[in-house]
């Protein structure tokens, strides 16, 4: 294993050490979280890209709706330039009978055989956004994310084959709040970016309550829209999320 206290570590631990002190007695720290049901109204796979079978886990398949979780925290320093991380994981399943034969990561699935599906969408990111505007009705934050995701798809039934895939891909970032009417605000909130290979789309879209100063309550809806294709996999997802969540500034 490296050493990682070489002496360009050093110097960066030395300097981050010498300008945190002031930075963190500038910061509002913050911190967030999500919960609700997601389930998907599509989710197209083929894998491999170019020579399995193109199946439906909506349509070919009976789809679970399934609770979920994320979680964000992070500070924002001098009222405009916010940083922060985001954990968000996605588990889904579904469940039936293969209207056809299926090739799926080099395993044959005859039609009929009955067959269960996982997809996993779990994503770590970490998020710069510099506030553009700040009025007493409108805030607009604008940036990037670097978005690591950590996917699989498994296809369960007399065999059971598995894909795998962790990757990681530059996101715009944006939020806009429009305080329309006191405690009450409208948010949209999310990561995209598309691109020749593919495409991945995280929007929130909600109203938002601020209960307290540092306190607020939303309800709205998330949108997770994407996907690849490429020779080793295909897949494109849309995710629905209905959710309330809970935002705390320090």
């Known amino acids: 294993m490296r050493n990682p206290l070489r002496p360009g570590g050093l110097a960066t631990l030395a ?7 002031p930075v963190a007695r500038g910061a509002e720290w913050l911190a967030d979280v999500e919960t609700g049901f997601v389930w998907a109204s599509r989710n197209d796979v083929r894998i491999p890209g170019d020579t399995g079978t193109r199946i439906s886990l909506v349509r070919d398949l ?14 924002t320093f001098a009222g405009r330039h916010t940083l922060f991380a985001t954990w968000a994981p996605v588990r889904l399943e ?7 034969a299926v090739q799926f990561q080099g395993v044959t699935y005859p039609a009929g055989a009955s067959v269960r599906s996982r997809y996993v969408f779990d994503s770590y990111r970490l998020t710069y956004r510099y506030g553009l505007v700040r009025s007493a009705r409108l805030d607009l934050d604008v940036g990037g994310t670097a978005f690591i995701r950590d996917a699989a798809i498994t296809l ?7 894909k795998t895939n962790v990757g990681v891909v530059p996101l715009l970032s944006f939020r806009a709040a429009w ?6 605000s409208l948010v949209v909130d999310g990561d995209a970016l598309a691109a020749s290979q593919g495409r991945a789309v995280d929007v929130l879209v909600a109203l938002e309550a601020e209960v307290r100063p540092g ?14 294709d490429t020779d080793e996999v295909y897949n494109f997802a849309l995710l629905n999320h209905l959710g309330l969540g809970l935002s705390v500034r320090l």
């Open 15 to 21: 300097a981050f050490a010498l300008l945190a002190p």
């Open 94 to 100: 579904a469940s039936g009978f293969l209207p056809r």
């Open 179 to 184: 305080r329309f009417a006191a405690p009450f």
């Open 156 to 162: 369960q039934g007399a065999a059971a084959a598995e």
């Open 215 to 228: 306190v607020s309550f939303r309800a709205g809806y998330r949108i997770i829209e994407g996907g690849a």
């Open 62 to 75: 009976v789809p679970d709706e399934s609770p979920y979780v994320r979680a964000r925290a992070g500070a």
